[in-house]
């Protein structure tokens, strides 16, 4: 009954910026109730965990991100962003996004990341 669903991957160049987008979906779900998670799987890598906003946007990052990375969420329309700036080879990846303590997950959008 939930649906999660991101878009806004693409491929740029190193140093270059990317702002993915997560609209979550749901008759009975209610969003503002949630913490909202963005992961990143790496070819060939394991799926990890790349920043998370509370309820209450209280926002966290993954070291490899901080600085550069930029969770944010708009409870009025269900949406969850990762805005990603300086972008670097090794962000590349497929990125995810889920509803925390669920196991509700997107199909996940492409970053690919040029030198």
């Known amino acids: 009954q939930v649906q999660l669903v991101e878009s806004g991957g693409g491929l740029v160049q190193a140093g270059g910026s990317l702002r993915l987008s997560c609209a979550v979906s749901?008759?009975?779900?209610?969003?503002?109730?949630?913490?909202m998670e963005w992961y990143r799987q790496p070819p060939g890598k394991q799926r990890e965990l790349v920043a998370s906003?509370?309820?209450?946007?209280?926002?966290n990052y993954a070291d490899s991100v901080k600085g550069r990375f930029t969770i944010s969420r708009d409870d009025a329309r269900n949406m969850v962003y990762l805005q990603m700036n300086s972008l670097k080879p090794e962000d590349t990846a497929v990125y995810y996004c889920?509803?925390?303590?669920?196991?509700?997950w997107g199909q996940g959008t492409q970053v690919t990341v040029s030198s």
């Open positions: 889920r509803a925390g303590y669920s196991d509700y």
């Open positions: 906003i509370s309820r209450y946007s209280t926002t």
């Open positions: 749901g008759r009975t779900f209610r969003f503002d109730f949630y913490d």
